[in-house]
Nanobody, 119 residues
Framework: QGQLVESGGGLAQAGGSLRLSCTTS????????MGWYRQPPGKQRELVTA???????NYADSVKGRIIISRHNSKNTVYLQMNSLKPEDTAVYYC?????????????WGQGTQVTVSS
């Protein structure tokens, strides 16, 4: 199953930036699709962005143009660069690893990292 550990969350002002990291162990990172989900307070967890093992990316409409997902296979790490932050980006952010399409079934999850954006 592997282990995933997110870091980089915290408090930011609207318009600011944060960079989240998710470092994995126990999996062959390079062959896994990776995704970032978030769960705002009182709401369901939602897929924000994903990157395939081949480097193809997709983004939720709500974050397009503001968020960039990237991966560094030699570091077994996926990143989430968040710019132009909005208060509605406030959520716990989770990374997920899966062999195959990230939203198509179960996978391995991190413990989450809190992002809070103040207005």
């Amino acid at each position: 199953q592997g282990q995933l550990v997110e870091s980089g969350g915290g408090l930011a002002q609207a318009g600011g930036s944060l960079r989240l990291s998710c470092t994995t162990s126990g999996i062959v990172f390079s062959i896994y699709d990776m995704g970032w989900y978030r769960q705002p307070p009182g709401k369901q967890r939602e897929l924000v962005t994903a990157i395939t093992s081949g480097g193809s990316t997709n983004y939720a409409d709500s974050v397009k143009g503001r968020i960039i997902i990237s991966r560094h296979n030699s570091k077994n790490t996926v990143y989430l660069q968040m710019n132009s932050l909005k208060p509605e980006d406030t959520a716990v952010y989770y990374c997920k690893a899966r062999r195959g399409p990230i939203a198509s079934g179960s996978g391995s999850w991190g413990q989450g990292t809190q992002v809070t954006v103040s207005s």
